[in-house]
């Protein structure tokens, strides 16, 4: 997928760095350089509106600077929509942000997939399934050599819990999932939050989807408020109960590669507080 061979974990930020103020594309990635951050997540968040002009930019500071990029679909995302029109706008949505990522060079995109709307759960798996293999195969077909990575979700509400996740990237070669260890933390309301628990979850990847997952890996975290339905909102990692020192020990003991996407409210001091305490280790 777009010929990426990592050779180490990379540290992004979601979206341009807070610091680049109502700047440009340009001046975002200046700014991630001069911090030595490794690259951003392209935040497509009420659509895909990028110009073909802001397209080539993007895609020629990428290369110049050695930049690792991903894309986050635009969150009005419901495959399992009852209304048939929402749900094939749905497809649409993940298939123009594959088509923006080829553009740019990001190796991978990610969507929050579904809601469960009540339904029984196996029913919304073969739902998501067969809209998944729609994107699949226009993207195989339209040659978009990207990762197709449905986001672990945050609410029990929604479709998207870790087993789900890594059972649909099993149906399709050009699927794989994107790991939201703060969602899964808020879901599961306070577990997945230990060394043992992290170890457990990247052995559980390795195991069943081979070691291409955990050598191109596509993860998000922040700190995280939560309650009884799971996530509320996304906190800065110090104000928060969300391990991170202890998830970073298990990507360097797993020898993780791909990109670690920050989602911090404070996103580059963040990003740099993760990428600081993994050299440290």
């Known amino acids: 997928m777009q010929n990426y061979v990592f050779d180490k974990l990379n540290f992004l930020t979601a979206g341009m760095p807070l610091s680049t103020g109502k700047a440009s594309y340009g001046r975002a990635f200046e700014i991630l350089s001069e911090l030595g951050l490794d690259g951003m997540e392209l935040e497509f968040v009420h659509g895909v509106r990028m110009s073909d002009e802001t397209r080539e930019l993007v895609q020629k500071e990428r290369e110049s600077r050695s930049l690792v990029l991903t894309a986050h679909a635009p969150f009005y995302v419901n495959l399992n929509s009852k209304e048939e029109e929402k749900a094939e706008a749905s497809v649409q949505r993940i298939i123009e942000t594959g088509l923006a990522a080829q553009a740019t060079g990001a190796f991978s995109i ?22 998944v293999g729609e994107i699949s195969d226009v993207f195989k077909k339209e040659k978009i050599n990207v990762w197709i990575r449905p ?40 577990k997945y939050n230990t060394y043992d628990e992290f170890s457990k979850i990247l052995e559980t990847v390795g195991k069943e989807l081979g070691q291409r997952a955990l050598d191109n890996f596509h993860a998000h975290l922040a700190g995280i408020d939560y309650g009884a339905k799971g996530e509320k909102k996304h906190l800065i990692l110090e104000e928060s109960d969300m391990n991170y020192k202890d998830l970073l020990k298990a990507f360097k003991e797993f020898n993780i590669k791909g990109a670690l996407v920050c989602e911090s409210p404070n996103i580059e001091e963040d990003a740099l507080l993760l990428r600081d305490y993994y050299n440290s280790l």
Not at 115 to 123: A, I, L, V
Request: proline share 2%; charged share 25%; hydrophobic share 35%.
């Open 110 to 131: 990610t969507f929050h997939a579904a809601y469960y709307m009540q339904q029984d759960k196996e029913f919304v798996y073969q739902v998501v399934k067969k809209r």
């Open 151 to 190: 986001e672990t979700t945050g609410k029990g509400t929604q479709w998207g819990d870790l087993e789900e996740i890594i059972r649909l990237s099993k149906e399709f070669d050009n699927v794989l999932p994107c790991i939201d260890f703060s969602h899964l933390h808020a879901r599961s309301v306070g």
